[in-house]
C-alpha cells in the first residue's frame, strides 16, 4: 500500500495533497468551534465562493504566469483600477454596464501586452516589471478619482444581485424559516474560468508550452518553441484574467475607491503558492489554487466569525502561511537535489 | 577630446548627475528663486535644503538597498513596511505624555532600529538560508509588516507629544541644518568606510557576481547576503525613526509608504544594475536626491501624492530598460550597421 503510494506521489501531488487535506481540516474545525455561529450551514460554504470569485479569476492568472518562472505582483492594483474605472465610467460617463466592462477587459490585455513585451523581449526581471505596474495603476486610480464612487447602475446591480438558489441543500433555521442558499453569477464565471483555463493548461500546445518554459528555458528554446512569445501570451492571458477578476471583485463590492484591493496581489500569489505552484516554476495546477484560494477564505471567515480579532491579522496569518509553503517547497527542492 | 568626452558619459555617475542637473534646470525655469536660500530664526531655508532634506531618509534607504541588490541581485521591497514597524515600535515604548517618555529616548529608538534589524533577519534567513527569491521573500514582510505595525499601535494613531521628540526630524538648536542630514551623511559614511577599509565591499561583489564562484574561493556566500538584509533592515530601521520624528507620530498606513519604489529607483537611476555586482555607493545617493527634487517638483505641480507613482513608475521602466541587455544588444547592433553603412557610402 505505501509502496503504492510512493510510486504514485511525487513532491507535485505531495504539496497539493498538503493543502486540500488542510482545507478540509481547517473547515472541518471551523464547523466544530463555530457551530453555534452557522459555520457548518451550507450558505457559509457558498460564501466562501461568493467573497473569493475575483480572487479565484486572478489566482488561475497568477498561476499561469507562476508556471512559466514568473510573477506578477500587479494585479491588486490591475483590480482596484478595474473596480474605479467601471465606477466612473457607470456613474460619470453613464456609459452602459455592458460596454463599460469591455472597455475594462480592452484595458486589462492591453498592460498585460505591456508587461509581457518588457519582460519576455526586453528580459528584465519581472518583478520590477509588475512592481512598477503595480504603482503605475495605483497612480492612475488616484487620477481618475481620489473619491469613492458607489455603483448604482441598474444593470450592473442586477447581475451582482442575481441569485442563484439551491432548492435541494436548503435547511430550517432556529425560527422555522426556511433558508434557501444561492451564490450569486460571478461564481460561476470562476468556475468557467477555472476549467477553461484547467483544460487549456493540460491539452492543449499552448499550455503545455508553458511548462516547458518553465521548467527550463533552454531546454524549451532547443526543442522549437518560441520561448519569447509563450511569456509573452501568458502575461497577455494574466492582464485579462486580472481585470476580469476585478470586475467580478467589483460585483461584490459595488464600489470603487483608491485604497480598494490593496494587498491582493499578495493573496493571489500565496493562494498559488499554497495550491502546490512552484516559485522556480514548471510546476502548478489551477485545482490547487483553487484551494489556496479557499483556505485564505476559510481563514477570514475564522477571523470575522471570531469577532474580536482585527482583520489585520488575515494578512499576517495569510504572510505566515506563504513562508510556511515556501519554506515547504524549499525543503522539498534541497531533498530532490541530494537524491540527484 | 573624444576620448575625454567617451571618459565621462561612460562613468558611471553620467546618468544620475544629468538626470538631476536636468530636474534642478527645469525647477529653476519654473521657478526662479530655486536656488535662493535664506536664514530665518538660525535656520536655513530654501527649496534646495528642503530637497537634501527630505531626501535623508530616502538616501539611507537607498544605501540599504544598494548592498541588498549587490549581493543578492534581487530587491528588499518590504523596506517601506520596515520602516513603519520600527516608527511604531519607537512611538510605542516612548509613549504619549507630554512630561516624560516611558522608556529614556536612546532606548525607545534602540527598540525600533531593533526591530528593524529582526525584519532584516527574517528577510535574510529566508534569502540566503532558504535559497528563496529576494523578492517573495520580502514580499511577505511588505503585506504583514503593516498589519504587524498597526498591531502595535492598536489600530490608531499614537502621537509622541513630548516636544524634544522632534529634534531628531527638524533642528537641533543652534544649528542651521536640519538633522536627518547629518543622519543620512554619518550613514554614508560609516557605509563607505565599512566597504572601503574591509573586505566586505569586495566580497558583496563578488557573491553578487557569481554566487558559486565567490563560494569556491572561500567566501561565505549566504553569509554575506544575509549580512546584506540584516543592514537594510537596520537602514529602514533608521529612515523610519526620522519619518516618524517628523510628524512625531506613528501613523501605521502612511508612514514609508511608496517608499520601495523610490529605493529601488534611486539604486536603479544611480546606475547600479539591478542584476547584482558592481555597485556605487554616491550613484545611489545622488540617485535618491534627484528622485526627491523630482517628487518635490512633481508635488509644485499640483500632482498628489496618490499619484505621484505613475510618473515615478514610467521613469523606472524607462530606466531599466534602458540598463536591459538586450535594449544594449540592439542598440550596439544599430551601431554597427551604421557604420557599415557609412564605409560602404566612403
Not at chain 1, 495605483?138 to 478619482?145: D, E, H, K, Q, S
Not at chain 2, 536655513?44 to 528642503?50: H, N, P, R
Not at chain 2, 565599512?194 to 563578488?206: E, F, K, N, P, S
Request: charged share 10%.
Amino acid at each position: 500500500m505505501i509502496k503504492f503510494f510512493k510510486e504514485r506521489i511525487d513532491e507535485k501531488t505531495y504539496l497539493l495533497l498538503i493543502t486540500i487535506l488542510m482545507f478540509i481540516v481547517m473547515y472541518g474545525a471551523g464547523m466544530i468551534i463555530f457551530a453555534d455561529k452557522g459555520f457548518a450551514k451550507p450558505q457559509m460554504f457558498f460564501n466562501l465562493f461568493i467573497n473569493n470569485a475575483g480572487l479565484i479569476v486572478t489566482a488561475v492568472g497568477m498561476t499561469m504566469v507562476m508556471i512559466t518562472g514568473g510573477i506578477d505582483i500587479s494585479v491588486g492594483s490591475v483590480v482596484g483600477l478595474t473596480c474605479m474605472m467601471l465606477a466612473y465610467m457607470m456613474e460619470f460617463m453613464k456609459i452602459p454596464a455592458g460596454l463599460a466592462m469591455a472597455v475594462v477587459l480592452v484595458y486589462g490585455i492591453l498592460f498585460g501586452c505591456v508587461q509581457g513585451f518588457l519582460v519576455a523581449y526586453l528580459k528584465i526581471q519581472p518583478f520590477i516589471v509588475t512592481l512598477a505596474g503595480m504603482f503605475f495603476c495605483r497612480g492612475l486610480t488616484a487620477v481618475i478619482n481620489s473619491e469613492m464612487i458607489n455603483i448604482s447602475n441598474a444593470v450592473f446591480l442586477k447581475i451582482a444581485q442575481f441569485k442563484i438558489y439551491f432548492p435541494f441543500l436548503a435547511t430550517l433555521n432556529k425560527k422555522g424559516k426556511l433558508i434557501t442558499p444561492f451564490i450569486y453569477p460571478s461564481v460561476i464565471i470562476a468556475f468557467v474560468v477555472l476549467i477553461l483555463i484547467y483544460i487549456m493548461l493540460k491539452y492543449t500546445k499552448f499550455g503545455r508550452a508553458i511548462y516547458a518554459v518553465g521548467g527550463s528555458e533552454q531546454s524549451a528554446l532547443l526543442m522549437g518553441l518560441n520561448v519569447r512569445t509563450t511569456k509573452m501570451k501568458t502575461y497577455i492571458f494574466n492582464g485579462f484574467l486580472a481585470s476580469l477578476g476585478g470586475i467580478l471583485f467589483c460585483l461584490n463590492t459595488c464600489a470603487g475607491f483608491v485604497e480598494q484591493a490593496r494587498g491582493f496581489e499578495m493573496e493571489a500569489i500565496a493562494s498559488s503558492v499554497i495550491g502546490g505552484t512552484l516559485l522556480t516554476g514548471g510546476v502548478g495546477n489551477v485545482i490547487g489554487s483553487l484551494f489556496g484560494v479557499l483556505i485564505k477564505g476559510t481563514i477570514e471567515s475564522f477571523i470575522t466569525t471570531q469577532g474580536t480579532l482585527s482583520s489585520w491579522w488575515t494578512r499576517i496569518v495569510i504572510s505566515l502561511l506563504l513562508a510556511f509553503f515556501i519554506v515547504l517547497q524549499s525543503i522539498f527542492a534541497s531533498i530532490k537535489a541530494k537524491n540527484k | 577630446m573624444s576620448k575625454f568626452i567617451q571618459k565621462i558619459t561612460r562613468s558611471q555617475l553620467f546618468l544620475p548627475i544629468v538626470a538631476l542637473i536636468l530636474v534642478l534646470v527645469f525647477n529653476v525655469i519654473k521657478t526662479p528663486t530655486f536656488f535662493k536660500i535664506t536664514i530665518m530664526n538660525g535656520t536655513l531655508y530654501g527649496f534646495i535644503i528642503d530637497i537634501i532634506n527630505r531626501a535623508s531618509e530616502l538616501v539611507i534607504l537607498a544605501i540599504g538597498m544598494t548592498v541588498v541588490v549587490a549581493s543578492s541581485a534581487g530587491t528588499d521591497i518590504s523596506v517601506g513596511a520596515v520602516a513603519a514597524v520600527s516608527a511604531a515600535i519607537i512611538c510605542y515604548s516612548l509613549g504619549p505624555s507630554q512630561e516624560a517618555y516611558q522608556v529614556p529616548y536612546l532606548v525607545g529608538i534602540s527598540l525600533g532600529l531593533l526591530g528593524g534589524v529582526l525584519c532584516g533577519i527574517w528577510n535574510g534567513f529566508l534569502v540566503a538560508k532558504m535559497k528563496i527569491q529576494p523578492m517573495v521573500a520580502t514580499l511577505i514582510l511588505y503585506t504583514a509588516g503593516r498589519g504587524i505595525a498597526q498591531l502595535i499601535c492598536a489600530g490608531q494613531i499614537i502621537h509622541v507629544e513630548k516636544t524634544d521628540y522632534r529634534l531628531l526630524g527638524s533642528f537641533l538648536p543652534g544649528v542651521p541644518f536640519p538633522t536627518p542630514v547629518f543622519v543620512a551623511i554619518l550613514v554614508v559614511f560609516i557605509t563607505w568606510a565599512m566597504l572601503r577599509y574591509t573586505a566586505l565591499g569586495m566580497y558583496i561583489q563578488a557573491v553578487g557576481i557569481n554566487s558559486k564562484a565567490g563560494r569556491l574561493v572561500g567566501i561565505n556566500s549566504s553569509m554575506i547576503i544575509f549580512l546584506t538584509y540584516i543592514y537594510c533592515g537596520l537602514c529602514s530601521g533608521i529612515s523610519g525613526s526620522i519619518m516618524s520624528s517628523r510628524i512625531a507620530a506613528c501613523d501605521a498606513n502612511n508612514i514609508g509608504l511608496n517608499y520601495e519604489l523610490d529605493a529601488i529607483l534611486a539604486v536603479a537611476l544611480g546606475g547600479n544594475s539591478l542584476g547584482g555586482g558592481k555597485f556605487s555607493l554616491a550613484g545611489s545617493v545622488i540617485g535618491a536626491i534627484t528622485i526627491q527634487a523630482l517628487t518635490t517638483s512633481l508635488y509644485a505641480m499640483q500632482v498628489t501624492a496618490d499619484q505621484l507613482p505613475i510618473y515615478k513608475a514610467i521613469v523606472v521602466v524607462i530606466i531599466v530598460a534602458i540598463q536591459s541587455s538586450e535594449f544594449k544588444k540592439w542598440f550596439s547592433n544599430l551601431k554597427r550597421k551604421h557604420a557599415i553603412k557609412a564605409e560602404a557610402a566612403s
